[in-house]
Structures are given as C-alpha cells and as structure tokens.
C-alpha cells in the first residue's frame, strides 16, 4: 500500500493542503466543532495524513485523511496542522489508506460514504469491477465488497446511457452512434429515448421552476441583507451604533457572502468527482 511514511509529523500549513478526494459524502458539523474545542484547548489529536502532490505543483500536499480535522483547526483559528507524510504507488492504494481506520472507528463510515468510496475506485482502477471488490476486501468482508461494486456499476450504467441520451441533443449522433460512444445497450437506449420525449417538456419546466425558487430565495436575503445595512446606517445617524459597530456589521456580511461563494466552490469540486469530470 503506502510506500513510504515519514514517521514524526510535520506542522504543514493548511493553505498547502489541497483536498481533491472526500470518501464522506457529508461533513459532519457537530464533529468539526468537537474538533475545534480540542484544539482550542491544546488537545493531543491525532495527525491528519497527506501525500506530496508531486512535480504538478511542488510544496502542496493531497488531502488523504483528516477533512474534519482541518475543519475544526480552522475553526479553532489556526493555520497549520500536524501531519503524517506518505506516499502511494497509485490513487487506489491511497482511496483504500483513506478509509482504513474508519472502517472500525468510533464514527463508522456510512452506507452512503462506502458507496461514494466504492464509485472513486471503479474510476481510479479504469472501471474494474474486480479490482474494485479486490481492494474493498482488504477492508470489508468480500461479500459486502461485492455488493458495492454491483451497486456502482450498476449506477454507472445508468449515467452512461443518462449521458447518451443528452449527447444525441447536443451533439447530433443518432442511438447507434451514441450507445457505441459511451458503451450502452442500443435497444435498451432507445426504449430511454422514447420515454424521455414524453416527459421532456415536464422536465424542462420543473428545471426552470428550481432555478426560479433559487432567484426568489436569493432576492428575499439580499433584501433582508440590505435592510440590515440600512438599519445599521440609520443606527449610526441617530447615535445608536459607532463607526465600528456599523463596519463590523459591514464586514460581517461581507464574510457571511464570501463564506458561501467559498462554499459554492467547494460544492462544485466535489460534484466534478462525484460526475467523473
């Protein structure tokens, strides 16, 4: 597996952690501030894990282990973190690393993590189903591991022939063309096809209806937002608030938005894993 470990940790600067695998769907809050008061109290955590990310971009170092762990550092306000340096003869070696002790740990990963995990590996080993279930035994029973596998291949299936369907509108291929192109069931694509044209407008009109929900929501906090501004302003004409507290009010909607464009961002590295981008 690991083919090399640096056995005393390493205070390496958060900034130079790049996270580009997460093998929990979800980040657990509630972890992160637990965390964050261990820290904040000089408690001995364990050192999170990162591999060099090499030549491509020198002094930065791949998350392995330890999102929660970076969270609640940062949380705690500091910068730099302790970690154990190893390196990996592929990506698979360093997915099965990963998850290895959380397999038994006290936070055990759930069915939807494991299932996330088991979809990483069938892209990293070039959609093997057997090298999947051979690496997902070294920490599971082989029969849960098969099951995984059977799941995420069968899910790839069916994104493969989602992806068909919209590559005959985008790029003018016919069924044959495009079951060929990403390797699906001709038959079985054009039974999808003839589905899709009758709930094609229906789909096109609940998208449009998502997107509209979003608009409504957005323009109903930035108006609230602005009302607090000018609450504040007027707080400050009438000598209820300082200059400081209306910038620190300023200043903290400024974070508050930059917080979640951070968090827009992060949303998107994740789904361009989880699509296989």
């Known amino acids: 597996m690991a083919t090399t470990v640096k056995t005393s940790p390493k205070e390496i600067k958060i900034e130079d952690i790049i996270t580009t695998r997460n093998f929990r769907k979800k980040l657990d809050q509630a972890w992160v501030e637990q965390l964050a008061a261990l820290y904040a109290n000089n408690v001995d955590v364990d050192p999170i894990t990162v591999t060099p990310f090499g030549e491509e971009k020198p002094g930065k170092y791949k998350l392995v282990k330890g999102r929660h762990r970076i969270q609640g550092r940062l949380l705690a306000d500091f910068q730099t973190i302790k970690c154990h340096i190893k390196t990996y003869d592929n990506e698979a070696d360093m997915i099965i690393d990963a998850i290895s002790e959380d397999v038994k740990s006290s936070k055990p990963m759930t069915h939807e993590d494991f299932l996330y995990t088991a979809k990483q590996l069938?892209?990293?080993?070039?959609?093997?189903?057997?090298?999947?279930?051979?690496?997902?035994?070294?920490v599971m029973p082989p029969?849960?591991?098969?099951?995984?596998?059977?799941?995420?291949?069968?899910k790839h299936k069916e994104r493969?022939?989602?992806?068909?369907?919209?590559?005959?509108?985008?790029?003018?291929?016919n069924v044959s063309e495009a079951a060929t192109q990403f390797g699906v069931d001709e038959n079985q694509l054009a039974l999808m096809l003839k589905d899709r044209k009758g709930v094609k407008r229906k789909k096109h009109y609940s998208i449009r209806n998502f997107k509209g929900n979003i608009k409504q929501r957005f323009n109903a906090y930035n108006k609230a937002m602005i009302k607090s501004i000018e609450d504040a302003f007027a707080g400050y004409e009438n000598n209820e608030f300082s200059e400081v507290e209306v910038q620190t009010v300023l200043d903290f909607i400024e974070a508050t938005g930059q917080e979640f464009l951070k968090t827009v961002v992060e949303k998107k590295k994740r789904f361009k894993t989880l699509s296989g981008q």
């Open 143 to 154: 029969k849960m591991a098969k099951n995984y596998a059977d799941m995420v291949v069968q």
């Open 122 to 138: 069938y892209e990293v080993t070039g959609y093997k189903k057997r090298e999947v279930v051979a690496r997902l035994s070294e």
């Open 160 to 173: 493969q022939m989602v992806k068909a369907l919209d590559a005959m509108g985008t790029q003018k291929i």
